[in-house]
């Protein structure tokens, strides 16, 4: 698992025994209170979970090129040895044609993979959809016109801290594995994993391998998909992290449509936490929900009503503490209805309705650029309301943005990032992805870069 993060914790514990007379001992009265199991549910669960191997080849770069003497004296070697690299993960399936639900971190990049199920059979598979935001993808099995079968979704909004469940994945590759323990917390909002942090924490034992494989609850229904762990070994220390099926619904809901993208609603406001000092200016008892600190015109956010510094407290009920509880409440209502959302408001609480509709995506004109420039291999597009959602950009920025980046390509050599604003190139004003294409052609020695990165303007010169 890539997704390995150190976590320091001081742990205070209070322990309160009980008086033994009140405790409730007995002898069991029959064999069969002896022999309590979850092998029922693992048997049931078990051929739905499978192991994901993905495989990308990488080309050996030596050090020395990038010495221009070594360049000036030996030359370019024309080709480079390659290498193949392999990750190992783990996978649902989640539709008896042969669709499978995993992690995006597993299969990123990757120009081969391969299922294989509990009963060690091997398929090819392609990537159907890969959604970065909530690091999931949806693979199928090629070719094959067998029923495999399949776990169903459990409701994630209904789970309980102290319910148990089972993970069951491929760690460290030995083979399928099952651990248990407890949901120890829900709605894990603090994490810094993907855009979307609303995530179910347990301890039951999740390592490296276990990424993309099922989180089940005692029903045998999947609760989530397994996705990282807090250690300081790299093994499992009791803290893991799945994404919520709920979530993962919509995923493989988009994915079964046909699309490439995930499709999900779309405010059009973007929303800050409440801070301490902002809850005593506002005269709240406690820093929760969600401040709105801007409205982009003509969105669903502003045709229902939502204002500047309104306070959201609640979605169609339920209560949110920040945006990121927010984000993920209003990402999983399905489109085509509304969301009711509580908002507080001079002193009152009102009730707003919210249309569930996708950012509009005109006028995009995605484009790869290949020219020799700093540019090559970045892919680029202009910033329509969609692609301001999709990097969580401000809803009114406007501008070329950086959309992807070509692995071993220039512009990801140079630094140029995900997400990054192009606003001008040798003092020329970049505003659509022609202009980016015309300048990347120009030849140049020495080239001059504007760029909005985090909300901060660089000024960037390569060359000479």
């Given at each position: ?9 001081l ?5 309160v025994?009980?008086?033994a ?11 069969g ?6 092998a029922?549910i ?10 994901v191997?993905a495989a ?14 070594f360049?000036?004296?030996?030359g370019v070697?024309g ?11 783990s996978g649902?399936?989640?539709?008896a044609?042969?669709?499978?639900v ?12 391969k ?5 060690k059979?091997e ?22 016109k ?8 459990a ?7 102290g319910d ?5 994945g ?12 407890i ?12 855009d979307?942090?609303f ?6 034992a ?11 609850d ?11 762990i ?7 220390q009791?803290?893991g ?5 709920n ?18 609603p779309?405010?059009g406001a973007?929303?800050?936490?409440v ?5 005593e200016?506002?005269?709240l ?26 306070l ?8 949110i ?14 489109l ?9 408001r ?10 569930l ?6 006028n ?16 680029v597009?202009n910033?329509?309301p969609?692609?301001a ?9 406007e501008g ?5 980046l070509?692995?071993g ?17 040798n003092?020329?004003?970049i505003?659509r992805?022609?202009?980016?294409e015309?300048?990347s052609k ?13 909300g901060q ?8």
């Amino acid at each position: 698992m890539k997704l390995i993060r150190s976590l320091a914790l001081l742990l205070v514990s209070a322990v309160v025994a009980a008086p033994a007379l009140a405790q409730d001992r007995r002898v069991p009265s029959s064999a069969g209170e002896l022999r309590l199991s979850y092998a029922p549910i693992v048997q049931r669960v078990q051929p739905a979970v499978v192991n994901v191997y993905a495989a990308k080849v990488v080309q050996n770069r030596n050090p020395l090129l990038d010495d221009p003497i070594f360049r000036r004296f030996f030359g370019v070697p024309g080709q480079q040895p390659e290498q193949m690299q392999r990750s190992l993960g783990s996978g649902v399936m989640v539709d008896a044609s042969g669709l499978v639900v995993t992690n995006n971190h597993v299969i990123e990049g990757a120009d081969q993979v391969k299922i294989s199920l509990a009963d060690k059979r091997e398929f090819e598979a392609e990537i159907v959809l890969k959604d970065s935001r909530t690091d999931l993808a949806v693979l199928r099995i090629k070719d094959t016109k067998e029923k495999f079968t399949t776990l169903d979704f459990a409701n994630s909004d209904e789970l309980l801290v102290g319910d148990v469940v089972l993970a069951i994945g491929n760690p460290f590759g030995v083979g399928q594995t099952v651990t248990h323990g407890i949901i120890s917390a829900l709605a894990r909002t603090q994490v810094g994993i993907t855009d979307y942090q609303f995530f179910i924490q347990t301890d039951a034992a999740i390592n490296p391998g276990n990424s993309g494989g099922a989180l089940v609850d005692m029903t045998g229904k999947l609760a989530g998909i397994n996705t990282a762990i807090f250690s300081r070994s790299g093994g499992s220390q009791g803290i893991g992290f799945a994404i919520p099926a709920n979530m993962v619904r919509v995923v493989v809901a988009s994915a079964k449509s046909g699309g490439k993208a995930v499709k999900r609603p779309y405010l059009g406001a973007k929303l800050q936490a409440v801070t301490p000092e902002i809850a005593e200016t506002l005269g709240l008892k406690l820093p929760t929900g969600a401040l709105v600190a801007n409205v982009a015109p003509n969105s669903p956010a502003a045709r229902a009503g939502l204002k500047l510094s309104d306070l959201i407290v609640a979605i169609d009920g339920q209560v949110i503490d920040d945006p990121n509880a927010f984000d993920y409440r209003f990402a999983t209502r399905p489109l085509g209805g509304v969301a009711q959302i509580d908002v507080q408001r001079a002193g009152k609480t009102i009730k707003l309705n919210v249309p569930l509709e996708t950012a509009p995506d005109t006028n995009r004109d995605e484009i790869v650029l290949t020219a020799r420039s700093p540019f090559q291999g970045a892919k680029v597009a202009n910033i329509s309301p969609a692609v301001a959602d999709e990097l969580r950009l401000d809803a009114s920025t406007e501008g070329v943005v950086v959309v992807d980046l070509e692995d071993g390509g220039t512009a990801a050599g140079v630094g140029f990032q995900k997400g990054d604003i192009i606003l001008a190139v040798n003092n020329q004003k970049i505003a659509r992805t022609s202009d980016l294409e015309k300048a990347s052609k120009t030849a140049s020695r020495i080239w001059r870069i504007t760029v909005v990165r985090g909300g901060q303007q660089i000024n960037v010169t390569l060359g000479g």
